[in-house]
């Protein structure tokens, strides 16, 4: 999966990843994918939930070591 955008949410706890990640998708054409870059363990529930609410797509994440990668499709 090729991110059209990468935000970095590290160092941050929510609701600071949502905020970033709601500006970023402002800046992507409906299709396009966000990459948001977290450390914090809470992004595993709050993203899935926030796509949920916003109607946008959640994709799923990858671990490496501390870092969480959430993807999310723009939808709306």
């Known amino acids: 999966m090729k991110p059209k955008l990468s935000v970095d ?17 402002q800046k992507l054409a409906v299709g396009e994918v966000l990459e948001i ?3 914090d363990e809470e992004v595993l529930e709050d993203m899935p939930a926030w ?3 916003t109607g946008n ?6 671990r490496e070591g501390g870092i969480i990668k959430v993807y999310v499709r723009r939808k709306a």
Do not use: F
């Open 57 to 62: 797509e959640y994709l799923g994440y990858q």
């Open 37 to 39: 870059v977290a450390d």
């Open 51 to 53: 796509c949920r609410v």
């Open 9 to 25: 949410c590290l160092g941050v706890h929510c609701p600071v990843p949502l905020a970033r990640a709601q500006e970023a998708l």
